[in-house]
């Protein structure tokens, strides 16, 4: 088994919620009729990430990467092919409970979709309080406090609005204090803010690390856009092509990446600031998931690619404190792992790989 | 976007005389003039109004930039320009002079006036002139012909005199000529990435050489790689073809790398417009201050960022005078009584339309930081492996 599982290693702590070894994937048609042909996408492949309280963890990738999928097998919304969900250490029952829900809890992207137009604000935030029976009988003064958590202010004013009276970041911070309204220890917010207009991105961003902060929520943060990752997040995940390819805390992982991918990204990104526009290390798009490439997924597009890059899929290689990632380019430097994973030129491509690479449709 | 960085990038005390160049515009060889533009939707009394009394230059062969949020009224403002305005939309007043290049024979050259145009010489003008680029490549490209029908129907209508197998050369050499293959003239839409379909409505949009190129968020939709890997490609070509492009989008960090002059556009109406570096390093107007203070940095140390406070506002119900002033820092009492216009700031190629850059008022230092001496180089020449695919 190869060991993708970048997990950086933030004290002992145990985290709030876990996923292990997690891997997805999906059936898609690949024609029409009866007797369409079906072809397995490999939409997550062994994908550990650690949640910890009172701590942001970002996933970041492009379009097609997984990172949706990885919080939706972290909300139970997609049941994983393999691998675990933990909460606070303990693997959660296979059926999605009304008890881990009341833990765990999702932000969409879209605030324009997540909310009910014909009911008020005051429905979407009493509805999960008198389910959960979390409003101790209050459930007017609950939605007030909730508005007034997520500085809607002044609440009153909000609570009997629909939600098309709102600008979109009001309506993703309704969506937030919906979220809130269970009580819940972990909050996993997919692409929160890129529906949102610039100005007012880093409100619901700052609004999230007061929640961080002041309730010590541990919280996924999935998005595109690296530097709002680096701006919110303690720890950064980095994926491609339904694995993780590179994980360390926000400023290590920016300041320095070590993964070629993560060192495309960043290049490719806009940054002003730069004086020189940056040369792309690497061009070309994601691989198609239908037949994933051999070895690292990487393999075909990076600069740096070597024989055994194309045949073996690399393990994860700590590069310095709580910094890992999984690429060959870094194993010699690291000791103990050319010999624990046995890389002599003559090694044949790992059985489980080509297993996985082959199985038929 | 620090002001430590900003102010460590700036030397204080440079004669304004070392400034940017002038930006391209006025007087100086325009190719596109949109003078008091306004568009409404809806009549009457309820009419909205999407853009307001805007004025704007292209000049030849530069890259503008019109950044501003959603509802701003930038793609308004940029289809109106050319007529493609969809209804409700009603165009109210001002003018849009396209002065070509290229004049029959013999006839002086003249501004061509789009806005009273008809239908006859706006069909001359479209596509082969003036093109554009829309946002979404999938609904702009015919979903069940290929590429290659598409591009033949487009060659055919206007370049009458190509054969059937010259235009299947030119096909080809287009989609050389933004980095695909030949091969792809038999694809259908739905069977390339969106970065592909955008670079194919790219070749479209250039195949018959334009001289005006509108950018309409071309690649919001694309990942980070693709879309450098595109925008890369766009100034190479607007470098060898010599086209000029108006770039609409809403994120403004990538203006700066990528356009010479930025004009940022608020609740309907342009409110600044100054060269790219000049807009980004010292801006004056409170709203883009603000704006280049919503993107975190890539580098240096993290700190908590404000954003703008409040929301854009809603164009049915403006506030009256600046309709920036309710989330503006530094807002006076005049400023929501009188709606700014926006002019040259003196000694300097920028126009701002805020009060506190008018008369007795005192700008704070964050708005009268000193021009940057050094501009960035204009587009350096593209030396990786998209120049051997080039024409």
């Known amino acids: 088994m190869n060991t993708l599982a970048v997990v950086p290693n933030i004290g002992t702590e145990t985290p709030v919620l876990e996923g292990r070894g997690l891997t997805k ?62 909460l606070d250490g303990q693997p959660v029952a296979a059926a999605r409970s009304r008890s881990f829900a009341a833990q765990v809890q999702m932000v969409f992207q879209d605030p324009f979709a997540s909310l009910n137009p014909v009911h008020r604000v005051r429905h979407h935030l009493s509805r999960p309080l008198q389910i959960h029976h979390t409003s101790d009988g209050d459930v007017d003064g609950a939605v007030i406090q909730l508005l007034h958590r997520v500085a809607l202010d002044p609440p009153a004013n909000f609570a009997d609005k629909f939600p098309h009276e709102l600008s979109g970041g009001q309506r993703q911070r309704v969506a937030i204090a919906r979220a809130l309204a269970v009580r819940p220890r972990v909050l996993l917010a997919d692409e929160p803010v890129s529906m949102l207009d610039v100005s007012i991105r880093l409100g619901v961003l700052n609004l999230l690390a007061d929640l961080r902060d002041r309730e010590r929520l541990a919280i996924l943060y999935v998005t595109h856009d690296i530097a709002s990752a680096r701006y919110l997040a303690d720890t950064i995940v980095v994926m491609y092509a339904g694995q993780l390819v590179e994980a360390a805390p926000s400023v290590s992982l920016t300041d320095s990446p070590a993964h070629p991918y993560t060192q495309l990204l960043l290049s490719a990104a806009p940054d002003p600031e730069r004086l020189e526009r940056p040369i792309l290390s690497a061009r070309g798009a994601p691989p198609s998931l239908l037949a994933p490439p051999s070895g690292c997924r ?58 996985e690479v082959q199985r038929p449709p | ?247 609409i989008t809403h994120d403004l960090s990538l203006l700066v790398e990528f356009a010479d002059d930025i004009a940022v556009m608020y609740a309907g109406r342009l409110m600044e417009r100054a060269p790219a570096a000049s807009l980004f390093r010292a801006p004056r107007l409170p709203y883009t201050h603000g704006l280049l203070h919503c993107f975190p940095p890539m580098h240096g140390e993290r700190y908590r960022m404000e954003g703008i406070p409040g929301s854009p506002p809603d164009l049915r119900d403006l506030p009256p005078g600046c309709a920036f002033h309710p989330r503006c820092q530094w807002a006076m009492p005049q400023c929501g009584q009188d709606v700014p216009r926006l002019e040259p700031l003196a000694g300097s190629p920028r126009e701002v339309a805020c009060w506190l850059h008018r008369g007795n008022a005192i700008a704070p230092p964050e708005l009268t930081l000193p021009d940057p001496v050094v501009t960035r180089p204009r587009i350096a020449p593209v030396i990786d492996t998209s120049a051997g695919r080039a024409v």
């Not at chain 2, 009273?116 to 003008?125: D, P, Q, S």
Request: proline fraction near 6%; aromatic fraction near 4%.
């Open chain 2, 1 to 247: 976007m620090s002001h430590q960085g900003v102010s460590a990038m700036t030397s204080p005390g440079t004669p304004a005389a070392l400034g940017p160049a002038p930006a391209a515009g006025r007087g100086e060889d325009p190719v596109l003039e949109i003078r008091g533009l306004c568009v409404d939707y809806g009549f009457g009394d309820d009419a909205v109004h999407a853009v307001a009394d805007c004025d704007l230059t292209l000049g030849r062969g530069r890259v503008l930039g019109l950044a501003g949020e959603s509802g701003s009224g930038k793609s308004t403002l940029a289809m109106a320009a050319i007529r493609l305005l969809r209804s409700p939309g009603v165009i109210t007043g001002g003018e849009v002079l396209f002065h070509s290049r290229r004049t029959p024979a013999g006839e002086p050259a003249t501004a061509l006036d789009l806005l009273a145009a008809g239908e006859k010489e706006l069909r001359a003008v479209r596509w082969s002139e003036i093109a554009i680029v829309l946002q979404s490549a999938l609904n702009a490209l015919n979903p069940v012909s290929t590429i290659g029908a598409q591009f033949d129907e487009l060659l055919a209508t206007h370049r009458p005199e190509l054969g059937r197998a010259a235009r299947r050369d030119r096909a080809g050499d287009l989609l050389e000529l933004v980095g695909m293959t030949a091969d792809r003239l038999r694809s259908y839409p739905h069977e390339m990435s969106g970065g592909m379909r955008q670079r194919s409505m790219i070749a479209m949009a250039l195949a018959l050489d334009p001289q005006v190129m509108i950018l309409d968020e071309p690649t919001t939709a694309l990942d980070v790689v693709t879309q450098r890997e595109i925008l890369e490609e766009l100034m190479g070509l607007r470098d060898r073809l010599g086209f000029a492009a108006l770039f």
């Open chain 1, 25 to 86: 994937s999906f059936w898609v048609k690949r024609s029409s009729g009866l007797l369409a042909r079906r072809s397995r996408l490999h939409a997550v492949d062994d994908v550990s990430v650690q949640l910890m309280a009172g701590a942001v963890t970002a996933v970041v990738g492009e379009s097609g990467s997984g990172k949706t999928t990885v919080a939706r097998l972290l909300a139970r919304i997609v049941k994983p092919d393999a691998g675990a969900v933990l």
């Open chain 1, 298 to 355: 990487f393999h075909p597009r990076c600069p740096h690619v070597m024989e055994i890059c194309k045949r073996m899929a690399p393990p994860t290689v700590t590069v310095s404190t709580s910094h890992a990632a999984a690429c060959w380019l870094h194993v010699d430097s690291a000791n103990g792992v050319v010999d624990g994973v046995g890389v002599t030129p003559a090694t044949s491509p790992s059985p489980q790989r080509e297993a």
